[in-house]
């Protein structure tokens, strides 16, 4: 379990009150001190996995925590942008953002239950998604203009593309769940039940 993709992911949760607290240091460098945190957070994010793929280094373990800790810093990121820029604009965004990251968590849990994970599995879309989400996030945080540029109002720019993306990608892990989601009770206690069945005699077959 102590492999260096999971350490990794245990680091981005660290650096999350970390982000809090360099947010809200009365401070020149703060913003671009925050987003540099959120950066490294997000390149963490990167390296974890392509170690673990690289390595052959999954484990349930990381396979748990990794996307619990993408959603940790995107939700607090947001909640902190939004404390500091209380606007409609930017609240809208955030909140579609949050609420979709909870609606398909939720969805994947109940089709890991009735074993049909891998029909909701991270999709093309999903990953334009966390790239525009995570490009957003870093020019928000950053804030202030660079060599005339207005960081700020392109990350809002990028916020809505990431939103429109994120609504885009739920849709379809809801079409792919449909036929799981509107199947009678009966069918899916038979999927469990052949499933646990199915295991009891792979487990059976294991040399002791």
């Not at 490294?40 to 800790?69: H, I, K, M, N």
């Not at 804030?143 to 809002?156: A, T």
């Amino acid at each position: 379990m102590w492999n260096i993709p999971n350490i990794l992911t245990l680091v981005r949760i660290a650096l999350i009150p970390v982000l809090v607290g360099v947010f809200y240091w009365p401070a020149s460098w703060a913003p671009l001190a925050s987003a540099g945190i959120f950066t490294a957070a997000a390149l963490t994010d990167l390296l974890d996995g392509y170690l673990a793929r690289r390595w052959d280094q999954t484990s349930p373990f990381g396979a748990f925590l990794d996307p619990v800790a993408d959603k940790l810093m995107v939700a607090v990121a947001l909640v902190l942008l939004v404390q500091a820029d209380p606007s409609p604009l930017l609240a809208t965004a955030a909140a579609v953002i949050i609420g979709r990251e909870i609606t398909v968590s939720a969805l994947r849990e109940w089709m890991a239950m009735i074993g049909a994970r891998a029909r909701v599995a991270v999709s093309l879309i999903g990953k334009f998604k966390t790239a525009a989400q995570m490009v957003a996030i870093t020019l928000l945080l950053m804030r202030n203009p660079v060599v005339g540029v207005p960081i700020y109002s392109l990350g809002i720019v990028l916020l809505y593309l990431a939103a429109c993306l994120t609504l885009w990608s739920m849709m379809v892990y809801l079409r792919a769940a449909w036929p799981s989601l509107s199947a009678p009770a009966s069918v899916h206690a038979k999927a469990k039940a052949d499933a646990v069945a199915a295991q009891v005699l792979t487990d059976s077959e294991k040399p002791l």
